[in-house]
């Protein structure tokens, strides 16, 4: 026999061969296939069952956010109510202390007025005797009469302070005190201690213990 009809011989049988590992390899799938199918109790592919499972998971999951949406609503609507109330409530009370410091504004006004108004009341007559005294005075002839008018005036002024609550501030020969006393001036005087005042420019007067105006002072300094 030659050795080209060996080797087509060679090449038929390898052909032979592959045909046939072919089909026992297919025939095993096939089996395989076959096995997976009635495991799964049923003779359908899987492929079929996973497409035909799928919708019913779907739907599932429909229904849970279904469920937990309208859960999510109600607390989303709890809060907007809670929110809405503590604004409604914040507001009532800024208009209620708008209301609160317009009144006491009034109020304050009010009386500042009825005190100014008392304290005016008691100035009128010391002012109607002022003009008297200066009607008498275009007219006088002895200034005696004269003296004695305006000195009365002054104890009636005196006489409404005092009534009003309002007193004068010791200061002469008194010890310097800054809380009531202002130095404007500084002197010397061997008789004297140091700090002592010997004069006073301008009384001071001060009203339910509140100075009203420092008395103006010279202090001793003999240093």
């Known amino acids: 026999m030659s050795e080209d009809l060996l080797r ?70 709890s ?53 008297r005294a200066e009607a008498a005075a275009s007219k006088a002839t002895e200034m005696d009469s004269l003296l004695q008018g305006m000195q009365n005036i002054q104890r009636q002024f005196t006489k409404t302070l005092t009534e009003l609550g309002v007193k004068e501030i010791p200061a002469q020969d008194q010890k310097f005190d800054p809380k009531v006393h202002e130095a404007v001036m500084r002197g010397q005087n061997p008789d004297l201690e140091d700090d002592t005042i010997d004069a006073v420019f301008e009384k001071g007067y001060e009203l339910n213990q509140k100075v009203i105006r420092h008395s103006k002072v010279r202090v001793i300094n003999n240093g």
Do not use: C, W
Not at 10 to 27: F, I, P, R
Not at 95 to 119: G, H, I, K, S, W
């Open 79 to 131: 809060k907007d109510e809670k929110i809405e109330e503590l604004q409604n409530r914040i507001l009532r009370l800024q208009a209620d202390f708008d209301n609160f410091r317009r009144r006491n504004n009034a109020e304050r006004e009010q009386l500042a007025t009825f005190v100014t108004a008392d304290v005016v009341g008691k100035f009128l007559s010391v002012l109607d005797n002022l003009e």
């Open 8 to 77: 087509d011989k060679l090449e038929q049988a390898e052909a032979a061969a592959k045909v046939q590992n072919s089909q026992e390899t297919g025939g095993r799938d096939e089996a395989a296939a076959d096995g997976q199918a009635e495991e799964h109790g049923t003779g359908e592919p899987v492929a079929e069952k996973t497409a035909e499972a799928q919708p019913e998971t779907v739907q599932a999951e429909d229904k849970a956010e279904e469920t937990e949406t309208p859960k999510a609503g109600a607390v989303r609507d």
